[in-house]
Antibody
């Protein structure tokens, strides 16, 4: 059974960089069958796709966030990470990491989510 | 366009059938997947592909697609189906936008 666990600071100051890590257990981030993504949900609002990374290392980012987002993979630790720079209060959200099936294009596993608040 | 459009809210009487729709250009080329989210919980996949249910999802949930519109149908809605439902798909740029979500109320 796959398990995804987000970790990182729950409070980030405005203009700083939000950094989160997703630790994967029960599966490998190196598998060619899957892609790995980050999704967020501001309080009381809908889901927003942030971006994803494939086993090849290719990344795809939401155009509205592209200039501030970096997603990377650390195969030695079986983790993938999100960095979002120059954050504002609008970036306050629950952040989820997730696994998607390559060529099927759906998310089959989600992390439990972690709330990140942007405030001074 | 990579946008997916959903009705913000839908209601259904207990035991009746309800259809939740999702519109977007990307749906002409890619299937939608559907996620159920209850308050305080992570989303759960309920439908993927042409019309597939993950293990554990009741068979009252079904999916369909025509042109630029995908639909999630709940046949015989139950009280526990009250939740937010989101569609998701891949677009031609390699991104995976979500619809805005539909709040389902079971009366």
């Amino acid at each position: 059974q796959l398990h995804l666990q987000e970790s990182g600071p729950g409070l980030v100051k405005p203009s700083e960089t939000l950094s989160l890590t997703c630790t994967v257990s029960g599966g490998s981030v190196s598998s060619s069958n899957y892609y790995w993504g980050w999704i967020r949900q501001p309080p009381g609002k809908g889901l927003e796709w942030i971006g994803s990374i494939y086993y090849s290392g290719n990344t795809y980012y939401n155009p509205s966030l592209k200039s501030r987002v970096t997603i990377s993979v650390d195969t030695s630790k079986n983790q993938f990470s999100l960095k979002l720079s120059s954050v504002t209060a609008a970036d306050t959200a629950v952040y989820y990491c997730a696994r998607g099936l390559y060529f099927e294009w759906y998310v089959d596993y989600w992390g439990q989510g972690t709330l990140v608040t942007v405030s001074s | 366009s990579s946008e997916l459009t959903q009705d913000p809210a839908v209601s259904v009487a207990l035991g009746q059938t309800v259809r939740i729709t999702c519109q977007g250009d990307s749906l002409r080329n890619y299937y939608a997947s559907w996620y159920q989210q209850k308050p305080g919980q992570a989303p759960v996949l309920v439908i993927y592909g042409k019309n597939n249910r993950p293990s554990g999802i009741p068979d009252r949930f079904s999916g369909s697609s025509s042109g630029n519109t995908a639909s999630l149908t709940i046949t015989g809605a139950q009280a526990e189906d009250e939740a937010d439902y989101y569609c998701n798909s891949r677009d031609s740029s390699g991104n995976h936008p979500f619809g805005g979500g539909t709040k389902l109320t079971v009366l």
